[in-house]
């Protein structure tokens, strides 16, 4: 009989996994609260080791059809006119080769794992780890027996909190707005990014669908903002951002019709990413935020990762803590903030603003670019294992 496995939640880890695992010839079943998969989101790109996870997966022709159209990254003036200017080159700088839509990411693993079982509008209710297997009782009032269950329900995720002791959330007391807004006859090609005073960040970035999406970023205790309804979170930003400059009052304009995704940052901490027959995935395990960046790509490494180990023991607990094992020192690496960020990067005075503008034009020229290039990380030289099942090693 085949193993099965239920996976709950149908982002980028999730179905991921269940890629590598139906090839494996796993019995999958996906479950997700939403009644759909979601199609929005911001842009995401694939870096590094997750790049190699796509292509193992033969599904990188596909993202790179999608490419979003960004051709790099500018920090501009008020006026709009660039600071410092970073084209997009490979892996390297802001703007990767593989820049995507995360709902069009989730979209391509949903169609490459369209053999697993997609439950949408369900949840689970209870976990019941028994010696043989863990039975699973759905919000819908179904019960199934499963040999694993995987969460990876994203950074606030209810299940790991309720099964999972010592699970941390980190508060980065950073508040991002996104937002879809009309593309203007001033837009370009750029993800453009202005630094404003009192803690503000203003972006733009190009999509492939004729559209913009904006981003507003602004540094806040934790509040709840992200618990509020979108008309309270677009008073909070309509309040937050005003008199911030540059296009600010064209994107608050916009909020009302704009699909608003609101988000208070923070990072996952959890001692240890198994319990039983239960495993952690993505960023219920070790969301690092968009601040440190690679989030994506180690959704990615992850599910290629779980699944290498899944397949070769039949011992859960084994897989479980080797996945854990490999995985893990790289979510530590990547999760390491820079010194002074976030501040640094949110300033409150205008001197702060074009000094954050003067270092990136210094990074973005020949001599910061090549210091950077010579510059060691571990997270650049992260290398995937190979394993004996031929579905993992598909290319």
Known sequence: MAHRILISGAGIAGPALACW??????????????????????????????????????????????????????FVNADGKPAASFDQDGDDGPTAELEILRGQLAD??????????????????????????????????????????????????????????????????????YATIPRGPDDTDRWRVFVATDGRQVHLRPDNLGTIRAMLAFQTEPKGFDRLEPAEQIAVLRDRFAGAGWETERILDALSDSNLFYESLAQVRVPKWSTGRVVLLGDAAHCVTPLAGLGTSLALIGAYILAGELTSDDDHRAAFDRYEQRLRPLA?????????????????????????????????????????????????????PDYPSDALRRS
């Open 108 to 177: 391509v693993l949903h169609d490459r794992s369209a053999d697993a079982d997609y439950r949408f509008g369900d949840r689970i209710d209870t976990v019941e780890d028994h010696e043989t297997h863990a039975t699973v009782r759905f919000a819908a009032g179904d019960e199934r027996d499963f040999d694993v269950v995987a969460i990876a329900e994203g950074q606030r995720s209810r299940t790991r909190d309720r099964l999972f002791d010592g699970v941390r959330l980190d508060a980065l007391n950073v508040d991002i707005a």
């Open 332 to 384: 530590e690496d990547v999760r390491a903030l820079p010194p002074g960020v976030p501040g640094i990067a949110y300033p409150d005075s205008k001197l702060g603003g074009d000094l954050l503008r003067l270092g990136a034009k210094v990074a973005a020229s020949p001599v910061g670019r090549a210091l950077a290039s010579v510059t060691p990380s571990s997270k650049s030289d992260f290398e995937l």
């Open 21 to 74: 695992l139906v090839d494996a010839g796993w019995d999958v079943t996906v479950v997700e609260r939403d009644e759909r998969l979601r199609d929005d989101g911001q842009n995401v790109d694939v870096r590094g080791a997750g790049r190699e996870a796509v292509q193992r997966l033969g599904i990188e022709d596909e993202i790179l059809a999608r490419n979003t159209t960004e051709t790099g990254t500018e």
